[in-house]
Structures are given as structure tokens and as C-alpha cells.
């Protein structure tokens, strides 16, 4: 493979595409809850352990679970650490072709994965198939991308030696994974760690088992040989596991902040015994920000906005949850807005009409209600959706919080729902200082017309992403890479070019070429 | 048809024509250079959204950066930028050029200002459709906002028609009355629930204004001629008014439209589409169509491009020109199933219609052309004297809200492929006559 090429999303304006799509969640749904076992070296062990359910209707048991127990932890890393050295020794070229077979075979069950994302995660249908075409896509590109890498960068060269650089995989490599995107962030953490070499023992969030299980197999049916891939579903103490054990070279996590944090502080002990400093990368979210200056074409900032604050019911560590306006547009921003926020439909996302799914589970509800709750004890008028479905899902009404006060959790905390405060500004100046003062630094928006102010923005913005005249959601594989800096995340970029260096150790070979003064 | 098509083409002698060439020089002056052409779409673009000239000026001045030579935008443009005091009067400048520019291709501001533009180019010999640009429609006010415009508008327009003179030539075909007061709407500003995954949302909350829009028409004896946009909302916009034209109570009236685009690959499947519902509506006025080449060449191509979708137009230029020529003979054969009105400013697609339509038997009143206002004006003038009816598409609106349009048009007019663009830069005729 020469190029890469993004997976094609399906086009789900024509009806044919949508009707397939709903036979196979139907599908889905009549063959009954997936049984999701832990997998170590290719051995399978099941006894119901947890549940994962469908966020819509939240009786509706999707998967059955195995939970992974610390024992079989300590087996799992011990066996991948055994499988190490023979699978560092594969060349790029097949560890590639394996990762290749893989994406195929999520690209021949894409309609079946698609649904099942939209049962597992709640996940409306147009994410759910950009999920799994992304997850195709890290398969693809980083083996591409690993291939390219083993072959060393050019370095100096000078008469009598011969100096060469080469990265290896460093060894076992711990994958914990959200539920956000339940496909493409396990696959891509995984298949980064994969292409360059290193054996992985991956750990699904609780809540999308089933996703995992169909990443497992696709790998498994690509040939992956046994021991390079566990499947360790459980709750934080799976995590918690790994990531303490001595032989866990590289930790891969994306997720809260707060787990996060704790990952690095644990990962920065060296354990009796323990001869490697182990790597963290660690993707945590964001608190990000569009911002819309007085010359920005409204027609596009409307639709945009509501996409990347709304969209998935803001559950995307890219997803916009701060608004700042040019005072000079600012009311007529709020009114259509708050119009057009009127016209989001709530619903469960298996309806293609539905923009707003319900959330995962039932505390994130209430905690983006306490959040909205204080935004308005504290001063802030609020904009809801006024339609709810009924049913037990866990649905929250799109919100807009207009005049929260600064100190207020909706303008300092992540939310992780579809919450967004608006604040006027003063100009574009006064907006940047606002994204500034903030811990985060994942994503931002700038809507302005005028290329002089998007490249002082671009010049100063602290955001790992910035998105100029869109939304602020939606990174492709190879075209945006994606990632935050402060406290969002280790500067790592999914996607991109430099992302696979964190997998490897560099190794540098100088030989002496002179023998009696002959020089080759 | 290389006669009619070299009869409509030579005759380009009125004074008003003579001024036009002129704009089109500079307009293919400022095309020929990608980058100046681009400067100058988002200098009209923003420019509703800037307070002041000042503001206008530092836009250009920012859009002109690294062009090395700014050409016939220099006047107003790079020089001024290391002066403040020259740069105000090159924004104004500035501002007077893109005013002049919407005036060239919007007819006025509201109706009232456009009543008589409008009359004079019914004396002139031709008729219109009226267009109420609007920016999107993103609430439910503003797709309220915009049905209601077009009631007024529909009201207004019959008023002032009622007083213009008698003009057989235009008023009636072989089937009968043709009217006088033609809207065009936009599905997509009658709703802000369109969804190219759910049409049935759009559709469910645009039905109802669509068909109060319709009764007025028909109360009114009206032409509502509903326009065809992008991809994303064509399936809902089809059938929304496919279902409608078999509503009974719209068996006898209005006199409906439809627009069918030639440059999607699909489109003599949906023409067959339109044809059989047309004919099972079993309505006493016939479906009007119109045959345009399609005005989203750029967006569908890129959206395509972007998702990794095969492009729904035809990439081939010619390929949309065949295409259009086997649509015009669809259409014409249907005569008079379908009234079709062959809307283009390309001398062979409007010469091919009008040499085939006398070839079929058709009455010159039996079909139209239909131009673009500051676009087909030339066109107008040649399609008139040769005595066929010509419609010329008006738009109606504020600076803001016409900026899209007048930009889409720009593009359309400055397009290397495009047929003005060629006139423009003296290529000879015949050869823009040949087969596509």
C-alpha cells in the first residue's frame, strides 16, 4: 500500500442505505444479547459478569460480559510479554497485510457493527458508520504508516561509518478505551501498538463490550497469531491492573481526565524489579470553544454550532460546549439559536431523524442536570429542548446557557452532554484570552471571514485542534490529526503522521568502516 | 438550428448590450487569475457583514495579500492598503462596486422596489419568475417568515400584473392560459427540518405551507414553480410535490413546477419518475418543468470528493450538455403532458430546443427559455425577437440575503467551462454551436 484513503461513510441520503442499515439492527436485535468473553492467547472464558444495555431503552441487555479478573490479568500480560519478541521480529510489511485483513473484515460486517453501535452506545447512525469507517481507517493507515517508519529517516553520513536509525516495538502495550467511539478508538489505539510491533492487551470500556468483541474478531480472523491480542472486558479494575503491572511497557488511554491523571502518577513508578520507564499516551478531553467573530456568515456558524455541541448528545471529547460571540451579533446569534435549538429532535438513535440521542447512562444525566441547575441558580437563563420522548432512556434536553457567571461549572468543567454556554464577547481578542485561561486545550473553533484574523487565532491558540469555518467534531484519519495539549492530553496526535513514535524505541546503529584505511 | 443558434447569437447591437460586454470584460479580466477570482467572491461575500468601509477595506486589503498583481481590483485594493485615508474612499469603492454587482443580478429589494424592473421587461416582450432570497433557514420563524413572504409576494404580484398590457404572445399555448405571476420557492427556506437522512421530517413540516402556498396560486391563477437545491434535499423535495400535484383539490390548479437538473447522472430516471406521476395525477393543468443544468456543480463534487462518495453530476461538462439535449427531447415529446421551459444561457442548448420543438411541431408559445436576470440579458433580447417566450429569473432581496445567490452566479458566469465566459473571451461562435 502506497496511499492511504479514508474509508467512504456510507451515503445515507439514499433510502437503499438506510434500509440496510435497518435490517441488520433488526437483525441485531433478534439474534439477542453477545456473550463477551475475556480472550487470552486465543483461549476463550465466559461466565456472565456484567451487562452492558442500550442507552435508549436501558431494559434491553446488549451484550453479556465476562469480568476479567486481576489473576487473569497478570496471565494475559505475562502471555503477550512471551509473544513479544516473535512478533516485533515480524516484518512491518506483514504485521501490516494481518491489519490490512482486519479492516476488510470490519468493511464486510460494517452494516452489522454500525447497529451494533447505535444498540451498545446509543450512537445515531451517521456516527455510528463514520465509527466504524474510522476504525478501518487506523487499521490502514498506521500499518502504512508503521511500514514507512521501518525503514529509518535518512541521517548524516560521513566517509568511515555508517550510521543508521531504526525504531522498535517497545513491548506490551495496555490499551484502555472509551465507549464514545466503542470502534474506532480501541481499534486505533490497538492498531498503533500493533503495527509497530508491540502485543496488546486491550481493555474495553464496560459499557461497549460487544464493540470490543467485534474488533477481537476481526483481528482473530485476519491472522493475528494468538498471543499478540488479549480481550480483557471489566470495570476500572482491569484497568487498574495493567497499568500497575511491572511488564506493561506502554499505556495507550483515552477517557476522563481524573483517570487520566492517575494513569501518569502510577505509570511514573518504577516497581521492584521493573527495568523500563513505562509511556503513557493519554488523550482526557476538553472544555472547547467556538468562537464567532462580527464578520462570520450566520447561515453556516447555526448549524455548526448545534452539530458540534449537540451532535451524539455531546458526548465527543471534541464536542463544543463554549460559545463565544462578537457582542455586535450576539443577539441575533441568540435568537436564532435559540430557534433553531427548538428544532432538534430528541430521540432514540436508531430513528434517523433523531440529532440528539439519549446519553450513555444514568449518571451522566444527572450530572449534566446538576451542572445546568447551578448555571442557572447562579444567574444563567436557560434554552431547552421542551419535547422528550418517554421511556426510560436517558435523555437530556439540549440546553443553551446564556450569562453563566465565569466561576460557573458549565464554563469550567467538561460536561460530556449537550450543554453549551454562550457568552458574548468584545471582539476576537477578548475571546482567545477566554480559551487561554482554560486547563483544556483539545479542540476550538474561529468563524470569521477575514484570513488575517484566523491566522492570529491559528498563531496563539493553545487547542491541539483548530477547526476555521466548521464544526468543531469529525477528525479524519490521515487529514486532521487529532489530539490536545495542556491538560487534554500528552500532545500525542491520532491519525498522524508522529503518532506511532510513542510505540517504539528509537535505536541508533554506528559502524566503523575503516579497516587499515580502506573505507568502503 | 446553427441558423437560429447563429441568429440568437449575432445579435448583440442594443446599447444596453454594448455596456454589458464591457462588465463581462472586466469580469473575465478579473476571472482569468484563480486567486484574484476567489478574492473577489469573498470581498462580495462579506461585504453585508462589514460595518462601514473601513471594515470592508481591511478585508480586501487581507484577501489581496501575496497576489502579486491585483489587476483591475488594484484601484481599490493593494494600493490603499499602507494608506488609512485612501483606504476608506477603496472601500468605498469597494462597497459601490459590490452594490452595483447586486444590482446587475437581484431586481430589487422587495417587491415593491422590483414591480417596475419587473414591468419593464414585460414591455420589453419577455415575463418573469419571481425568487425571495433569504439566508437559510435554520427556525421555525424563518421558514414561517418565508412562506408568508411568498404569500404577500404572490398577492403583490398578481396586483401589479393585472395592470401591465395585454400580451397574447406570452399568455397562452396550445393548452391554454399561461400566467402571468410566476413564483419560484425554495423547500429548503420553507423549513429548517431538512434532513438528508430523514426527509420525512422536512417534508412533514413544509407540507402544510407548501399547500397554503399552492391554494393561494390557485386562487390567484399563479405559476408556483417549486426550485430543485442540492442533493441532500432532492428526494424530499420530489416527492413532496409529486404528492401534492395528486392532492384532489389541486386537480384543476395551480399551474405547478417542477426543475429537473441535467447535470446529475440520474436525472432522465427521475424525468421518467415525473412523467408517469404526472400522468397518473390526471390534473387539468399540466406540470411545468424546467431543465437547468444544475447551479451546486462545485458542492455536490466537493461533498463527494470529501465523504469518498461517486460524484452525483456528471464530471464531464459535455456529458451534462448531451445529457441536456436528450432531456429536451424527453420533455418536448410530452408536450403537452409537460409544459418544459429549457433554462440556459448556452446558445446550443437553447437553439437545439427550439429547432427540435419546430421539428416535433410545436408552436413557438409551446415551450420556453428562461434566463437569469443580468445573466441571459442578451439572451433575453435574441430569444425575444425571435419569438419565443422568454422568462427571466428574478430574485428579489436585501444585500444579505442575496450574497449567496450573487455568488453562485459569479462563479457560474466566471466558470472556464461556462458558455458566457467563452462568448466573453471572443471564441467562435460555430464552434460554441457544435455538438457537445
Redesign the interface.
Known amino acids: 500500500m502506497t496511499r492511504f484513503?479514508?474509508?467512504?461513510?456510507l451515503?445515507?441520503?439514499r433510502?437503499v442505505e438506510?434500509e440496510r442499515l435497518a435490517a441488520a439492527l433488526a437483525e441485531l436485535d433478534r439474534r439477542g444479547p453477545i456473550e463477551v468473553p475475556t480472550v487470552i492467547g486465543g483461549e476463550r472464558r465466559f461466565a456472565p459478569g456484567f451487562d452492558s444495555v442500550d442507552p435508549g431503552d436501558p431494559g434491553r441487555v446488549v451484550a453479556r460480559a465476562n469480568a476479567t479478573t486481576p489473576a487473569e490479568v497478570a496471565t494475559a500480560v505475562a502471555g503477550a510479554a512471551a509473544a513479544a519478541g516473535d512478533w516485533r521480529a515480524t516484518p512491518a510489511e506483514e504485521r501490516a497485510a494481518i491489519l490490512a485483513r482486519a479492516a476488510g473484515e470490519l468493511r464486510r460486517r460494517r452494516y452489522e457493527l454500525a447497529a451494533l453501535a447505535v444498540r451498545e452506545c446509543a450512537k445515531p447512525?451517521?456516527e455510528a458508520d463514520a465509527d466504524v469507517c474510522e476504525a478501518i481507517d487506523f487499521l490502514e493507515y498506521y500499518g502504512w504508516r508503521a511500514v514507512e517508519l521501518e525503514a529509518g529517516p535518512e541521517l548524516i553520513q560521513l566517509p568511515g561509518e555508517r550510521n543508521t536509525l531504526h525504531y522498535r516495538g517497545r513491548g506490551v502495550a495496555a490499551v484502555i478505551a472509551p465507549w464514545n467511539f466503542p470502534l474506532a478508538i480501541p481499534i486505533g489505539m490497538s492498531a498503533a501498538a500493533l503495527a509497530t510491533g508491540n502485543p496488546v492487551c486491550l481493555k474495553p470500556a464496560e459499557q461497549s463490550p460487544a464493540c470490543a468483541l467485534a474488533l477481537y474478531e476481526a483481528l482473530e480472523a485476519a491472522g493475528l497469531p494468538a498471543g499478540v491480542l488479549s480481550l480483557l472486558p471489566g470495570e476500572g479494575e482491569v484497568g487498574a491492573e495493567l497499568v500497575g503491572h511491572p511488564d506493561v511497557q506502554t499505556i495507550a488511554f483515552t477517557g476522563s481526565g481524573a483517570v487520566g491523571l492517575e494513569i501518569i502518577r502510577r505509570a511514573a513508578a518504577v516497581a521492584p524489579g521493573q527495568r523500563h520507564l513505562k509511556r503513557t499516551v493519554v488523550e482526557m478531553g476538553g472544555k472547547n470553544a467556538i468562537i464567532v467573530d462580527?464578520?462570520?456568515?450566520?447561515?453556516d456558524v447555526?448549524?455548526a454550532v448545534l452539530a458540534s455541541a449537540f451532535g451524539f448528545a455531546g458526548q465527543k471529547c471534541s464536542a463544543a460546549s463554549r460559545l463565544l460571540v462578537h457582542e455586535?451579533v450576539a443577539d441575533h446569534l441568540r435568537e436564532?439559536l435559540?430557534?433553531?435549538l427548538?428544532?432538534m429532535?430528541v430521540g432514540q438513535a436508531e430513528?434517523?431523524?433523531t440529532d440528539v440521542p439519549p446519553l450513555i447512562e444514568a449518571a451522566s444525566r444527572q450530572r449534566a442536570e446538576e451542572i445546568v441547575a447551578a448555571a442557572a441558580a447562579g444567574g444563567g437563563e436557560l434554552a431547552r429542548v421542551e419535547a422528550m420522548p418517554d421511556g426510560e432512556g436517558f435523555f437530556f434536553a439540549p440546553t443553551l446557557v446564556f450569562g453563566a457567571p465565569p466561576e460557573a461549572r458549565v464554563i469550567t468543567e467538561e460536561i460530556f452532554g449537550p450543554v453549551l454556554s454562550v457568552e458574548p464577547v468584545a471582539g476576537v481578542e477578548e475571546a482567545c484570552e477566554r480559551v487561554d485561561a482554560q486547563a483544556h486545550a483539545l479542540t476550538g473553533g474561529i468563524f470569521t471571514?477575514?484570513?488575517?484574523t484566523v491566522a492570529a487565532v491559528a498563531a496563539r491558540t493553545p487547542v491541539g485542534n483548530l477547526y476555521v469555518n466548521r464544526g468543531t467534531t469529525g477528525a479524519m484519519v490521515g487529514r486532521q490529526p487529532f489530539g490536545g495539549n495542556r491538560l487534554s492530553g500528552n500532545g500525542t496526535k491520532a491519525g498522524g503522521p508522529d503518532y506511532l513514535l510513542h510505540f517504539v524505541d528509537p535505536v541508533a546503529v554506528t559502524e566503523n568502516t575503516v579497516r587499515h584505511g580502506l573505507a568502503p | 438550428m446553427l441558423e437560429l443558434g447563429r441568429r440568437l447569437g449575432r445579435r448583440r447591437a442594443s446599447a444596453a448590450a454594448v455596456k454589458r460586454a464591457a462588465n463581462d470584460r472586466t469580469m473575465a479580466l478579473v476571472a482569468a487569475d484563480p486567486e484574484l477570482r476567489a478574492a473577489l467572491f469573498?470581498l462580495v461575500?462579506?461585504a453585508p457583514?462589514?460595518?462601514g468601509n473601513e471594515?470592508l477595506r481591511?478585508?480586501l486589503a487581507?484577501?489581496l495579500?501575496g497576489i502579486e498583481d491585483p489587476g483591475p481590483l488594484a484601484s481599490f485594493g493593494s494600493r490603499a492598503i499602507d494608506s488609512r485615508a485612501l483606504g476608506r474612499a477603496s472601500g468605498g469603492v469597494a462597497a459601490t462596486m459590490v452594490r452595483q454587482m447586486a444590482k446587475r443580478f437581484i431586481v430589487g429589494e422587495t417587491i415593491v422596489d422590483a414591480a417596475r424592473p419587473i414591468e419593464r421587461i414585460w414591455r420589453d416582450g419577455a415575463t418573469v419568475t419571481v425568487d425571495l432570497l433569504g439566508?437559510?433557514t435554520?427556525?421555525?420563524?424563518?421558514g414561517r417568515a418565508y412562506a408568508r413572504r411568498c404569500d404577500e409576494a404572490l398577492v403583490e404580484l398578481s396586483r401589479h400584473a393585472a395592470g401591465w398590457a395585454d400580451r397574447p404572445a406570452v399568455e397562452a399555448d396550445s393548452i391554454g392560459p399561461i400566467p402571468r405571476v410566476n413564483l419560484s420557492v425554495k423547500v429548503t427556506a420553507l423549513t429548517?427540518?431538512v434532513?438528508?437522512?430523514?426527509p420525512?421530517?422536512g417534508r412533514a413540516d413544509a407540507v402544510g405551507r407548501l399547500r397554503e402556498l399552492m391554494r393561494r396560486a390557485a386562487g390567484l391563477g399563479a405559476h408556483l414553480h417549486v426550485d430543485m437545491e442540492s442533493?441532500?434535499s432532492r428526494?424530499m423535495i420530489l416527492d413532496l410535490v409529486l404528492d401534492l400535484l395528486a392532492e384532489p383539490e389541486f386537480a384543476a390548479g395551480p399551474s405547478l413546477g417542477l426543475v429537473l437538473q441535467a447535470y446529475l447522472r440520474d436525472s432522465e430516471e427521475m424525468l421518467e419518475r415525473i412523467l408517469a406521476r404526472a400522468a397518473a395525477a390526471e390534473r387539468s393543468v399540466p406540470l411545468t418543468i424546467r431543465l437547468v443544468k444544475g447551479a451546486y456543480w462545485d458542492h455536490e463534487t466537493i461533498e463527494a470528493a470529501q465523504?469518498?462518495?461517486a460524484p452525483p453530476v456528471w464530471t464531464d461538462k459535455a456529458d451534462s450538455d448531451r445529457c441536456f439535449e436528450r432531456l429536451t427531447r424527453r420533455l418536448l415529446d410530452s408536450y403537452p403532458l409537460v409544459r418544459t421551459a429549457i433554462a440556459s444561457h448556452n446558445l446550443r442548448s437553447v437553439a437545439y430546443a427550439a429547432a427540435y420543438a419546430e421539428q416535433i411541431g410545436l408552436g413557438p408559445a409551446d415551450f420556453e427559455i428562461q434566463v437569469l436576470r443580468g445573466l441571459g440579458d442578451d439572451l433575453q433580447e435574441a430569444v425575444v425577437e425571435a419569438g419565443l417566450r422568454c422568462r427571466v429569473y428574478c430574485p428579489v432581496g436585501d444585500m444579505v440575503s442575496g450574497m449567496?445567490y450573487l455568488v453562485r452566479r459569479l462563479l457560474e458566469n466566471t466558470s472556464n467551462a461556462s458558455f458566457l465566459a467563452s462568448r466573453a473571451s471572443g471564441s467562435d461562435l460555430d464552434a460554441l454551436l457544435g455538438r457537445p
Not at chain 2, 434532513?195 to 430523514?198: F, S, T, V
Open positions: 484513503v479514508n474509508e467512504s461513510v451515503e445515507l441520503r433510502a438506510r447512525w451517521a462580527a464578520d462570520a456568515d450566520l447561515d447555526v448549524p455586535r436564532r435559540e430557534g433553531a427548538e428544532t429532535l430513528d434517523f431523524g471571514r477575514n484570513p488575517r | 469573498r461575500d462579506v457583514a462589514c460595518r471594515e481591511a478585508h487581507a484577501y495579500e439566508e437559510a435554520v427556525t421555525e420563524e424563518e429548517p427540518l434532513r438528508a437522512a430523514a420525512e421530517r442533493m441532500d428526494e465523504h469518498g462518495w449567496a
